[in-house]
């Protein structure tokens, strides 16, 4: 099993460009999640999903969007990139609500 | 809205030390979680207790509910042991995800 996978490792985007973060999980885990970490922070959620077809706003949604088409896939999609967006994003999946979380190795994005 | 607060910060500590991380929290929770990020940047769950004590290794996890309070115990540390290491909260109803705290940076020295 690869876990869950994320691409591009590291990106470079200019301002007011958009685009897609990738994450796939081969779990067969319903919940999903989006984080990001930005230096001296804790990590906060951006987006997570309960299973197909279900997603929801967590704490720092704004600028960001995200669908779940099946149970392995939950793209991030970045519109309008900003600096602030400069960031590592995390994704995660779950088996279970609260339960034990497994990260993807994170993709860092540079907004310039 | 959980605060999760960790101290210390940072830590450097010699080989063999026995090191505790410690975490409080505001609000009752579901569950709290251990996590571990490499210094690569890769993020590992080590533990996840809602009572109790949990061992695995040379790591030891408890919990007191009712004071809202973590300690993460590493016996025996090692230089490979180091890493930022996290605390994060599982509040239960509503929105899902983890509330995290910002992390205690341990360096182990030979």
């Known amino acids: 099993n690869a876990g869950v996978t994320q691409t591009p490792k590291f990106r470079i985007l200019k301002i007011g460009q958009s685009m897609t973060l990738q994450c796939t999980q081969d779990?067969?885990?319903?919940?999903m999640y989006w984080y990001r970490q930005d230096p001296g922070m804790g990590l906060k959620l951006i987006y997570y999903?309960?299973?197909?077809?279900?997603?929801d706003k967590g704490e720092v949604p704004n600028g960001y969007n995200v669908s779940r088409s099946t149970t392995e896939d939950f793209p991030l999609r970045l519109e309008l990139a900003a600096p602030s967006q400069t960031s590592v994003y995390f994704c995660?999946?779950?088996?279970?609500?609260?339960?034990?979380?497994?990260f993807g190795p994170g993709t860092r994005l540079l907004v310039l | 809205k959980n605060e999760v607060e960790q101290s210390p910060q940072n830590l450097t500590a010699q080989e063999g030390e026995f090191i505790t991380i410690n975490c409080s929290y505001s609000v009752g929770i579901s569950a709290l979680h251990w996590l571990q990020q490499h210094p690569g940047g890769g993020i590992v769950s080590l533990f996840m207790?809602?009572?109790g004590k949990k061992k695995h290794g040379r790591l030891i996890a408890t919990i007191n509910i009712q004071e809202k309070h973590s300690s993460l115990h590493i016996t025996a540390s090692h230089p490979r042991d180091s890493a930022v290491y996290i605390c994060a909260v599982y509040s239960g109803g509503g929105a899902d995800g983890l509330t995290f705290g910002k992390g205690t940076h341990l360096i182990i020295q030979p």
């Open positions: 995660a999946s779950s088996p279970l609500s609260g339960g034990t979380q497994y």
């Open positions: 779990m067969n885990h319903n919940y």
């Open positions: 999903s309960v299973g197909a077809g279900i997603t």
């Open positions: 207790l809602s009572s």
